[in-house]
């Protein structure tokens, strides 16, 4: 079989942009790990990254093989051709902009990339009351429609380019676990930085009165706030909150699908 020769290559945040691009018959890569959470003090370190996995292991339940598999990423990223222009994809959402500018300071600055900002894309061509925060909430029809609108893009200057390194340099040399969109920025905060929301979701669902489904409290929390974060961290801080008594429980702390909670405070 004749191998293809590629233009370009595509890199999402998102494991369904990814499929849905290589349908389109591109060469397609995704950074799957999500920076806005946990720590990323010194991520570019072996000591940084093993770090970051066991905080993850222990409060998010990711899986075990997350540092090898963080590691096969980094080479793939690393394979990219010099020559070989980029195309990332993202949304508007902390996520994709940490995940931008990771790939950014990876690639030193060699290959020419440009940016589809998918989120803008999606406002200007279906004119839906739908916000769109991440690219992996697109259909693989508005995929395609996205890319042939944007894939003449200019690329990056240098000077955006060194100010995206810039910023990861500021995440990096931090030691918040959670970073959130401000406007157009995405700043590092405190990680109890989403309970009183939390508390306020449960207040709406008469949680100082009765216990409400743990699974519906997140639920609400995810749809109401006015970004996008996920679950996982919400119910990281809920079992915080737990343990500082602030809600009590019924049922069993498996997962968010088996306890209810009630709030301690009215």
Request: proline share 2%; aromatic share 12%; net charge neutral.
């Given at each position: 079989?004749?191998?293809?020769?590629?233009?370009?290559?595509?890199?999402?945040?998102?494991?369904t942009?990814?499929?849905?691009?290589?349908?389109l018959n591109?060469?397609?890569?995704?950074?799957?790990?999500?920076?806005?959470?946990g720590?990323?003090?010194?991520?570019?370190t072996?000591?940084?990254?093993?770090?970051?996995?066991?905080?993850l292991?222990k409060?998010?339940?990711?899986?075990?093989?997350?540092?090898?598999?963080?590691?096969?990423?980094?080479?793939?990223?690393?394979?990219?051709p010099?020559?070989?222009?980029?195309?990332?994809?993202?949304?508007?959402?902390?996520?994709?902009?940490?995940?931008?500018?990771?790939?950014?300071?990876?690639?030193?600055?060699?290959?020419?990339?440009r940016?589809?900002?998918?989120?803008?894309?999606?406002?200007?061509?279906?004119?839906?009351?739908?916000e769109?925060f991440?690219?992996?909430q697109?259909?693989?029809?508005?995929i395609s429609?996205?890319?042939?609108?944007?894939?003449?893009?200019?690329?990056?200057?240098?000077?955006?380019?060194?100010n995206?390194?810039?910023?990861?340099?500021?995440?990096?040399?931090?030691?918040?676990?959670?970073?959130v969109?401000?406007?157009?920025?995405?700043?590092s905060?405190?990680e109890?930085?989403?309970?009183?929301?939390?508390?306020?979701?449960?207040?709406k669902?008469d949680?100082?009165?009765?216990?409400?489904?743990?699974?519906?409290l997140i639920?609400?929390?995810?749809?109401?706030?006015?970004?996008?974060?996920?679950?996982?961290?919400?119910?990281?801080?809920?079992?915080?909150?737990?343990?500082?008594?602030?809600?009590?429980?019924?049922?069993?702390?498996?997962?968010?699908?088996?306890?209810?909670?009630?709030l301690?405070?009215?």
């Amino acid at each position: 079989m004749k191998k293809i020769e590629y233009s370009e290559i595509q890199i999402s945040f998102s494991e369904t942009t990814t499929y849905d691009l290589k349908q389109l018959n591109q060469k397609a890569t995704s950074f799957w790990d999500d920076l806005s959470i946990g720590p990323i003090y010194h991520i570019n370190t072996e000591v940084g990254q093993k770090k970051r996995q066991q905080w993850l292991f222990k409060n998010i339940s990711f899986d075990e093989h997350y540092f090898s598999d963080f590691i096969q990423c980094l080479k793939e990223i690393h394979s990219i051709p010099k020559d070989l222009p980029i195309t990332i994809w993202k949304g508007d959402c902390a996520r994709d902009h940490l995940g931008l500018c990771f790939i950014i300071s990876l690639l030193e600055g060699q290959n020419q990339i440009r940016v589809i900002h998918a989120s803008k894309a999606y406002k200007e061509l279906f004119h839906k009351d739908y916000e769109v925060f991440s690219t992996g909430q697109l259909s693989s029809e508005e995929i395609s429609k996205i890319y042939e609108k944007s894939k003449e893009n200019p690329f990056l200057t240098n000077l955006e380019k060194t100010n995206l390194k810039k910023e990861w340099e500021t995440f990096l040399n931090s030691t918040n676990l959670l970073r959130v969109r401000k406007g157009d920025r995405v700043l590092s905060v405190e990680e109890n930085h989403l309970d009183l929301f939390i508390i306020e979701c449960a207040k709406k669902l008469d949680a100082q009165n009765s216990f409400c489904d743990a699974i519906r409290l997140i639920g609400t929390t995810l749809s109401d706030y006015e970004q996008l974060i996920q679950d996982r961290f919400w119910e990281y801080r809920l079992r915080t909150l737990i343990t500082q008594g602030i809600f009590k429980i019924e049922g069993s702390l498996e997962s968010y699908s088996t306890y209810k909670v009630k709030l301690t405070i009215k």
